[in-house]
Nanobody
Framework: QVQLVESGGGLVQAGGSLRLSCAAS????????VGWFRQAPGKERDLVAT????????FYADSVKGRLTISRDNAENTVYLQMNSLKPEDTAVYYC???????????WGRGTQVTVSS
């Protein structure tokens, strides 16, 4: 079992930055993808970014490339999402996830709200 707890969400003006953190308890396999999904009001959950726990390979949705950066600290069992140049359309609940599959992860956190005002 893996439990994920997100933190770092909040309200920020357009163009600003936020850093999300995801603390994991339990063992994360080296082949697991750890990442972030987001869900805006009235929309489906979308994959934002992932990182391979063992090798560090990253994936980004086209909409966030160049603005968001995912990283991990294996020793601290923590994943980060640095969010720069935020836009109002980035407003969503951000969920930390992990699992063998990058697109259909097994474990989900409860989410943290990010609101970007224009």
């Amino acid at each position: 079992q893996v439990q994920l707890v997100e933190s770092g969400g909040g309200l920020v003006q357009a163009g600003g930055s936020l850093r999300l953190s995801c603390a994991a308890s339990g063992r994360i396999g080296s082949s697991y993808h750890v990442g972030w999904f987001r869900q805006a009001p009235g929309k489906e959950r979308d994959l934002v970014a992932t990182i391979r726990w063992g090798g560090g390979q990253t994936f980004y949705a086209d909409s966030v490339k160049g603005r968001l950066t995912i990283s991990r600290d294996n020793a601290e069992n923590t994943v980060y999402l640095q969010m720069n140049s935020l836009k109002p359309e980035d407003t969503a609940v951000y969920y930390c996830t992990t699992g063998i599959s990058r697109t259909t992860p097994l474990y989900w956190g409860r989410g943290t709200q990010v609101t970007v005002s224009s």
